[in-house]
């Protein structure tokens, strides 16, 4: 069974900047696909980025170049770097593993932007 943790978030006033990490248990980190999404007060969870075993990258368009996602595989940890944060950024953000072993989710950390 693979664990996910989330941290980092917290308050933050708009236009800062946030630093989001997560850390995985077991083996098969690095042989794993890493994603973040998010979930925003009455919508849907979107995917914001995401970062194969590989070291791939994809973002959500809507980003706008502002976030960055990458991994340490020495220490099981994947992180997304958020810059420039609106209030719309204000969510739960989720961590998400894909593996051999199945589909994990952390159980988020709350991101909240004030104008």
């Known amino acids: 069974q693979v664990q996910l943790a989330e941290s980092g978030g917290g308050l933050v006033q708009?236009?800062?900047?946030?630093?989001?990490?997560c850390a995985a248990s077991g083996s098969i980190f690095?042989?794993?696909?890493?994603?973040?999404?998010?979930?925003?007060?009455?919508k849907q969870r979107?995917?914001?980025?995401?970062?194969?075993?590989?070291g791939k990258r994809n973002y959500a368009d809507s980003l706008k170049g502002r976030f960055t996602i990458s991994r340490d595989n020495?220490?099981?940890?994947?992180?997304l770097q958020m810059n420039n944060l609106e209030p719309?950024?204000?969510?739960?953000?989720?961590?998400?593993l894909r593996g051999i072993q199945g589909e994990f989710w952390g159980q988020g950390t709350q991101v909240?932007?004030?104008s």
């Open 14 to 21: 708009a236009g800062g900047s946030l630093r989001l990490s």
């Open 30 to 42: 690095m042989i794993s696909d890493m994603a973040w999404y998010r979930q925003a007060p009455g």
């Open 46 to 54: 979107e995917l914001l980025a995401g970062i194969s075993s590989g």
């Open 74 to 79: 020495a220490q099981n940890t994947v992180y």
């Open 88 to 96: 719309e950024d204000t969510a739960v953000y989720y961590c998400n």
């Open 112 to 114: 909240t932007v004030s």
